[in-house]
């Protein structure tokens, strides 16, 4: 899967955080309930060994994520056609409104910050356009026209 530097730092901090913190408390957790006695009914340290099941099983995934990890060099890309991390402004025909966004791998995707993912709709129609071109894109409100004002890095 691509990241962009910053996206897999941090994916790094997450996975460091489980480790460091995480997984230290969740140890501690089962201590604690071990010494209370009984385990065979003892439900705290059933749900403590449940959480420690589930976060060993996020950290492994993490790892593997971060190990198969490929960055994209933004130097390597052509910057008058709209591509992953490309910034584009594009214009409504119907309406006139503008939108800017910019497209990022789907996991960085947080629309709040005007970063949508290179597989949804409006990337998609997007991909390898360039300034001026008029691009129609299915969305589930039906087809709209848009054009590309601007694309910028």
């Not at 593997?64 to 060099?73: G, M, Q, S």
């Not at 503008?98 to 995707?109: F, Q």
């Not at 709040?112 to 997007?126: F, M, T």
């Given at each position: ?49 449940d ?14 994520i ?7 060099d933004?130097?390597k ?12 402004k ?61 694309i910028?890095?």
């Amino acid at each position: 899967m691509y990241y962009t530097l910053k996206g897999l730092n941090k994916l790094k901090s997450e996975l460091d955080h489980l480790i460091s913190v995480e997984r230290p408390l969740i140890s501690q957790q089962i201590a604690e309930a071990r010494d209370k006695g009984d385990l065979s009914e003892n439900a705290e340290y059933d749900a403590a060994k449940d959480a420690q099941g589930m976060l060993e099983l996020k950290i492994s995934k993490l790892q593997e994520i971060i190990r198969n990890a490929k960055i994209i060099d933004e130097t390597k890309l052509d910057s008058t056609k709209v591509l992953i991390l490309t910034t584009v402004k594009i214009k409504n025909t119907k309406n006139n409104a503008t939108m800017t966004y910019t497209l990022v791998p789907e996991n960085e995707a947080n629309l709040k910050e005007g970063k949508i993912s290179v597989n949804s709709p409006i990337a998609k129609g997007l991909l390898g356009k360039t300034e001026g071109d008029i691009v129609e894109i299915q969305v589930p409100a039906g087809k709209m026209n848009f054009e590309i004002i601007e694309i910028s890095r």
